[in-house]
């Protein structure tokens, strides 16, 4: 339930934040907008978590590697 609440809650502020970076980017400034665009991704659940969980699972591979090398 937590990780859906939390997916649902970064989606919801990568969208705010991806609006307001298109709408920058059209009217005010393409280097502001697409600062905005990279921060709406890096919020998404596509962005940040994905690499944690990515992140997560490598060190995970490691631990069994060492738990192979050690017990055999």
């Known amino acids: ?19 307001l970076g298109i709408a920058v980017l059209v009217t005010y400034s393409p280097q502001n907008g697409v600062i905005l665009l990279v921060i709406a991704f890096l919020v998404s659940p596509l962005g940040l978590p994905m690499a944690a969980a990515w992140l997560v699972g490598k060190v995970q591979d490691l631990r069994f590697a060492i738990q192979d090398a050690v017990y055999g």
Do not use: E, K, M, Q
Request: glycine fraction near 10%; charge should be neutral; proline fraction near 0%.
């Open 1 to 19: 339930g937590l990780l859906y609440v939390s997916s649902f809650i970064f989606g919801l502020a990568s969208t705010v934040v991806a609006l």
